[in-house]
């Protein structure tokens, strides 16, 4: 089974930045679309970004334009450049593969907030 560790979250002030970075063990990570997802208390888990394995990628509405996904398949990483943070994106965020059939990992918390 996979390990997903995801990191890089914190305390940043409105319109500030972020990166995440996902790890995520296991010699498949390449052959898979990767996607991040997010829960802000009281909330259920949303989709946010997906990438594929050739470097395709797409978002949701809320942080498209603001937020980019990469992948470095060869180092099974997997990053979320966030810019122009805002109060809402406050939320754990999590990587998974994008069935979500990996388990998942303990999340990194970002606050945004002044």
């Known amino acids: 089974q996979v390990q997903l560790v995801e990191s890089g979250g914190g305390l940043v002030q409105p319109g500030g930045s972020l990166r995440l970075t996902c790890t995520a063990s296991?010699?498949?990570?390449?052959?898979?679309?990767m996607s991040w997802y997010r829960q802000a208390p009281g909330k259920e888990r949303e989709w946010i970004e997906i990438?594929?394995?050739?470097?395709?990628?797409h978002y949701a509405e809320s942080v498209k334009g603001r937020f980019t996904i990469s992948r470095d398949n060869a180092k099974n990483v997997m990053y979320l450049q966030m810019n122009s943070l805002k109060p809402e994106d406050t939320a754990i965020y999590y990587c998974?593969?994008?069935?979500?059939?990996?388990?998942w990992g303990q999340g990194t918390q970002v606050t945004v907030s002044s």
């Open positions: 296991g010699s498949l990570f390449k052959l898979n679309p």
């Open positions: 990438i594929l394995s050739g470097g395709n990628t």
């Open positions: 998974n593969v994008h069935s979500k059939s990996w388990p």
